[in-house]
T-cell receptor, first 114, second 112 residues
Framework: NAGVTQTPKFQVLKTGQSMTLQCAQDMNHEYMSWYRQDPGMGLRLIHYSVGAGITDQGEVPNGYNVSRSTTEDFPLRLLSAAPSQTSVYFC???WGGGGYNEQFFGPGTRLTVL | DAKTTQPNSMESNEEEPVHLPCNHSTISGTDYIHWYRQLPSQGPEYVIHGLTSNVNNRMASLAIAEDRKSSTLILHRATLRDAAVYYCILRVFYNQGGKLIFGQGTELSVKP
């Protein structure tokens, strides 16, 4: 199993550009989520999905879109990048959302917006 | 969501036990206590979780107070590879979203 994979590892954007961060998992997990981590801080939830076709907002959803057309993939779209979106982005997955489930995290994407 | 409180940082010597405390005085009866750690430049990694009873796995032990208002993650013999930020997180059992609310965590440094 590759686990949770994320691409790209690094990305530099100019203000106003759009891009999609890719996330895939091969564990047949129903629950997937996106977090961002700013320097010296814990992770904050952006969006999450409890299954294909179902998504919902987390703590900091503004400026981001998600969709879940398959169980395996959960891309995160930045519509119009802003310097405030400079961060490290982590994707995670688990069997379900229940409190007894452990989450598996990807290696992260480091995004810089100039 | 119930909050957790952890010390900002702790130090340990290599090959000695480490006890990482976490206070969660507003925990509800259906909240699971999870611990994750994040090594430098990596994504968080699951360590252990429990509900009421103490738990052991190959990585660590979790000791939960009888009133569940606090817990302690125990690393039995710290190694240099255990230097990381450790997060204590409460997860609601019935919330299908199952979101993890990360606090600041405890930064553990291990001295050779």
């Amino acid at each position: 199993n590759a686990g949770v994979t994320q691409t790209p590892k690094f990305q530099v954007l100019k203000t106003g550009q759009s891009m999609t961060l890719q996330c895939a998992q091969d564990m047949n997990h129903e629950y997937m989520s996106w977090y961002r981590q700013d320097p010296g801080m814990g992770l904050r939830l952006i969006h999450y999905s409890v299954g294909a076709g179902i998504t919902d907002q987390g703590e900091v959803p503004n400026g981001y879109n998600v969709s879940r057309s398959t169980t395996e993939d959960f891309p995160l779209r930045l519509l119009s990048a802003a310097p405030s979106q400079t961060s490290v982005y982590f994707c995670a997955s688990s069997w379900g959302g229940g409190g007894y489930n452990e989450q598996f995290f990807g290696p992260g994407t480091r995004l810089t917006v100039l | 969501d119930a909050k957790t409180t952890q010390p900002n940082s702790m130090e340990s010597n290599e090959e000695e036990p480490v006890h990482l405390p976490c206070n969660h005085s507003t925990i509800s009866g259906t909240d699971y206590i999870h611990w994750y750690r994040q090594l430098p430049s990596q994504g968080p990694e699951y360590v252990i979780h429990g509900l009421t009873s103490n738990v052991n796995n190959r990585m660590a032990s979790l000791a939960i107070a009888e009133d569940r208002k606090s817990s302690t993650l125990i690393l039995h013999r710290a190694t240099l590879r255990d230097a990381a930020v450790y997060y204590c997180i409460l997860r609601v059992f019935y919330n299908q979203g199952g979101k993890l609310i990360f606090g600041q965590g405890t930064e553990l440094s291990v001295k050779p």
